[in-house]
């Protein structure tokens, strides 16, 4: 039907409504004829005048059909008709801006930020909180977790890639990789808290893996095995460790903790993962049979370790039995709580000159013993190695316990040798 033919209809006593194309109309009333938008949403019908037809040609009301329909794409009834009016300038019902005001309210409960603060009461690692501020809140808050999808995730790290903490654009990425592994496993937990809590199935971050992560950020060049193989270099450390003055020791402020000194001594001493020793506690020490059971919850492996105690460990524990209530973590901070493998490895890059760090120490001990043609199980035992099979470990009853013990006397023997006789002037200190 055309415009001509859309002029010479008649009103008849009854109001006409003409369809001139898809979702529009002519209605025919008694004063005038108009142009409707004419939809149906969830099964409800919206009729809305768009304009006299002597205002507006027909190719203009087809093109106004063709933006509303746009506009109002998966949208729910009550906000398509929101839209709508909004568009042609009619007024919005009391009732209409209370269903719209309660959908919104309902919408603005699956937003990320405020699940996230709910999870956040979860949660008790302060640098995991410390990442979800500076990092999954800013840059994901306004996404509603119903909806977030694997690409989104992926556009989250490409966006984490270039950004510092502070949110400016990044100048380096450096172990950036290690952030992203760790963002994954908070963003990973966070989806299956609330499939639990609120029954929201969706989690957009499992099907990520590790090689995508790399994909995005790359390898990291890691320090972490830098190490000593050197006999004397690794015997002038130890000794340069030995030596450090202690903050309880002295009245100066400028001075280590003694607990940090004991534990890059203990590190040295028993080529222990930092994430292990870090979390050693007094309760896990038998002093009869000079051992402490390490259980396998704070164990990379995850099984149970038994470590055998040499008699310059012993010493170091012994001596931290002054300034400890021998409970709790046997190594902690001014706070009470774990060292990190940051402030021990701060340390030790400057007594080594950035030749090592405490996952170096694992490598010094393996290199070293190995060269000496010491006893290869002890060793890799030592180190938590898992060096058998299923069949093989099936048959195997034992963990070399007493081997170790002698081993690690060999190994203390040997990188104290020149620390028997303190020497007065290498004494090395700095801040905690």
């Known amino acids: 039907m055309n415009i001509r033919e859309i002029k010479k209809l008649k009103f008849t006593g009854k109001v006409k409504k003409i369809k001139v194309a898809e979702n529009l109309y002519v209605y025919v009333q008694k004063e005038s004829k108009v142009y409707k938008f004419?939809?149906?949403?969830?099964?409800?019908?919206?009729?809305?005048?768009?304009?006299?037809?002597?205002?507006?040609?027909?190719?203009?009301?087809?093109?106004?059909?063709?933006?509303?329909?746009?506009?109002?794409?998966?949208?729910s009834f009550s906000e398509a008709r929101e839209i709508i009016r909004r568009e042609l300038a009619k007024k919005q019902s009391k009732k209409d801006k209370e269903i719209i005001i309660e959908k919104t309210k309902e919408n603005e409960k699956y937003l990320l930020k405020n699940l996230m603060q709910d999870f956040m009461q979860t949660r008790t690692n302060s640098k995991e909180i410390n990442r979800i501020n500076t990092y999954i809140l800013p840059l994901l808050k306004e996404k509603d977790v119903r909806y977030l999808k694997t690409k989104d995730i992926f556009a989250f790290f490409e966006q984490v890639k270039n950004t510092n903490a502070n949110n400016k654009k990044a100048t380096r990425t450096k172990n950036k990789l290690e952030t992203a592994k760790k963002l994954r496993q908070t963003l990973n937990v966070f989806f299956k808290y609330i499939a639990k809590?609120?029954?929201?199935?969706?989690?957009?971050?499992?099907?990520?893996?590790?090689?995508?992560?790399?994909?995005?950020?790359?390898?990291?060049?890691?320090?972490?095995?830098?190490?000593?193989?050197?006999?004397?270099?690794?015997?002038?450390?130890?000794?340069?460790?030995?030596?450090?003055?202690?903050?309880?020791?002295?009245?100066?402020?400028?001075?280590?903790?003694?607990?940090?000194?004991?534990?890059?001594?203990?590190?040295?001493?028993?080529?222990?993962?930092?994430?292990?020793?870090?979390?050693?506690?007094?309760?896990?020490?038998?002093?009869?049979?000079?051992?402490?059971?390490?259980?396998?919850?704070?164990?990379?492996?995850?099984?149970?370790?038994?470590?055998?105690?040499?008699?310059?460990s012993l010493k170091i524990l012994e001596k931290l039995k002054k300034y400890s209530n021998q409970k709790g973590l046997i190594f902690k901070n001014k706070e009470g709580k774990e060292i990190t493998e940051a402030t021990i490895n701060k340390h030790l890059k400057k007594l080594s000159n950035h030749k090592t760090t405490s996952h170096g120490f694992r490598s010094s001990f393996s290199t070293i013993l190995k060269e000496r043609g010491e006893?290869?199980?002890?060793?890799?035992?030592?180190?938590?190695?898992?060096?058998?099979?299923?069949?093989?470990?099936?048959?195997?009853?034992?963990?070399?316990?007493?081997?170790?013990?002698?081993?690690?006397e060999k190994w203390a023997d040997l990188i104290t040798a020149k620390t028997k006789e303190k020497d007065s002037k290498n004494i090395v200190s700095f801040d905690y």
Do not use: C
């Open 38 to 75: 004419v939809i149906k949403k969830e099964g409800k019908k919206i009729e809305a005048t768009i304009d006299n037809i002597e205002n507006i040609t027909l190719t203009q009301a087809k093109q106004k059909v063709l933006s509303l329909k746009s506009k109002i794409a998966n949208k």
């Open 197 to 312: 809590k609120y029954e929201i199935t969706n989690n957009p971050v499992s099907l990520i893996e590790l090689k995508d992560l790399e994909h995005i950020f790359g390898k990291n060049q890691t320090e972490n095995n830098r190490a000593i193989t050197n006999l004397e270099e690794l015997q002038e450390l130890y000794k340069k460790i030995d030596n450090l003055k202690v903050k309880e020791e002295t009245n100066y402020s400028k001075h280590i903790s003694i607990y940090t000194k004991s534990l890059m001594q203990f590190l040295m001493l028993n080529a222990l993962r930092i994430g292990t020793a870090r979390k050693l506690k007094w309760e896990m020490i038998d002093w009869n049979k000079k051992v402490i059971n390490i259980p396998a919850d704070i164990t990379k492996t995850k099984i149970n370790f038994r470590l055998p105690l040499s008699t310059e």
């Open 375 to 408: 006893n290869y199980l002890a060793i890799e035992t030592q180190l938590m190695h898992v060096i058998e099979n299923k069949v093989t470990k099936a048959y195997t009853r034992t963990d070399y316990l007493e081997q170790r013990r002698e081993l690690l």
